[in-house]
């Protein structure tokens, strides 16, 4: 069951209390991460996964601490980074030795120092779903000397009435096409075909019951088992014929909302997951799994306009995506507060509205929740980590260590 109204106004005492116990103001907008509700996340995604591997999605933590944290969970093993130069990052900090990178890259100057570092080669594997991948890849080397790692993305949305429905993606629909990549990377010299990727982001990445949207709650479900039907058998068939090749080291499929699913699939050696640990709004109805929240966004009230609303400082926090209010951070913490329809979420200042902001005096802090997970720490250089109702650490964010990746 999501929060009730008391567990949301029990949870604004236990952050402000928190807070308080600091002794000496924080700087706002202060970033925290409960760390009851993150390894309760990592436990349920590890039951899902029922006996897989979860590679963790650090696109959707950001913060080096909680991705050590959900790697040294059992279950957990390897990275899913989001750029190479993430990638290099995390090998050289020791953070993980095994790490791959979710997207192609031409970043030459990246290629370079991985194809000078052995060790890194060693650690990191490419992804590729094209020929000109791969001469990018050979542009920056003198000889192929030291092999480098890639991994073929496969396309894996659901092909429905000649519709595409899914992440546009990689170009690689069907068996022939991905042969055809695996035979070219295999006769070249310096590089090694080691797993393939499938990520079903129409069934990882959606909604599908929603309380407002019962009907279309119900096409999406639809949507979501043709999807799993169709894919496991693409996937069999590319497998078969993969083996023909080469000895794959992982099959990576799936994401937070589709671990159980993409679990059953015998093709699958290893999930992804990232957004599972956090839970932002956007993760909030799904069938396959309950939300424990565990990423909060404090803003202090600066104003008070009227009688009924208050404004925050700061709030713009928009996810990336189709614009939409779902976007927007929401006003979680005392409950019962909204964003109005005029202004929403704004960079420097934010009006909400609702019964209790006749209870805030200046200088409150309102607990937002973001609406996706990794996204709003390009905003912080600090996370605060909460355990029980004590802030039990302040750890860097990527910012915080200098890195925009």
Not at 39 to 63: E, F, Y
Not at 277 to 286: A, N, R, S
């Amino acid at each position: 069951m999501p929060p009730s109204v008391v567990d949301r106004n029990q949870l604004w005492s236990r952050l402000t209390d928190a807070v308080a116990k600091e002794g000496v103001p924080l700087p706002t907008p202060v970033f925290v991460v409960d760390l009851d509700a993150f390894d309760a996340n990592a436990d349920d995604l590890v039951r899902r996964a029922d006996g897989l591997p979860i590679r963790v999605a650090s696109k959707s933590l950001r913060v080096p601490a909680l991705i050590e944290r959900a790697l040294v969970h059992e279950g957990f093993h390897g990275v899913l980074a989001f750029t190479l130069r993430e990638a290099l990052w995390l090998h050289v900090e020791g953070i993980c030795d095994d790490i791959v990178v979710a997207y192609p890259t031409v970043d030459r100057g990246a290629l370079a120092e991985l194809v000078a570092s052995p060790s890194a080669a060693a650690a990191i594997t490419l992804m590729v779903d094209s020929t000109p991948h791969l001469d990018v890849i050979d542009s920056v080397r003198v000889s192929p000397t030291t092999p480098v790692r890639v991994c073929v993305d496969v396309d894996a949305g659901l092909r429905l009435a000649g519709k595409h429905v899914g992440p546009k993606r990689s170009p690689l629909q069907d068996t022939a096409a991905v042969i055809d990549l695996a035979r070219e990377i295999t006769g070249r010299p310096g590089f090694r075909l080691v797993g393939a990727m499938t990520y079903e982001g129409q069934v990882a990445g959606l909604q599908d019951s929603l309380p407002t949207a019962r009907s279309r709650s119900a096409i999406v479900r639809r949507l979501k088992s043709l999807s799993m039907s169709q894919l496991a058998v693409r996937r069999r068939e590319i497998d078969v014929a993969l083996r023909q090749l080469t000895d794959l080291e992982f099959w990576n499929a799936g994401g937070s909302g589709s671990v159980q699913a993409t679990a059953a699939d015998p093709v699958v050696t290893e999930i992804a997951a990232g957004s599972g640990l956090l839970v932002p709004t956007l993760f909030d109805h799904y069938r396959s799994f309950e939300p424990r929240p565990a990423s909060y966004l404090g803003l202090p009230v600066v104003r008070r306009p009227s009688p009924g609303m208050v404004t925050v400082h700061g709030g713009g926090i928009v996810a990336s995506g189709p614009a939409g209010p779902d976007r927007l951070p929401t006003p979680w913490a005392p409950a019962g507060l909204e964003l109005t329809g005029l202004e929403g979420a704004g960079e420097v200042q934010t009006p909400i509205i609702g019964q209790p902001a006749d209870l805030l005096e200046i200088g409150d802090l309102v607990w937002f929740r973001p609406a996706k997970s990794g996204e709003p720490f390009e905003h912080a250089t600090t996370v605060h980590l909460l355990s029980g109702s004590e802030l039990v650490d302040t750890v860097p964010s990527y910012r915080g260590c200098g890195q925009a990746f």
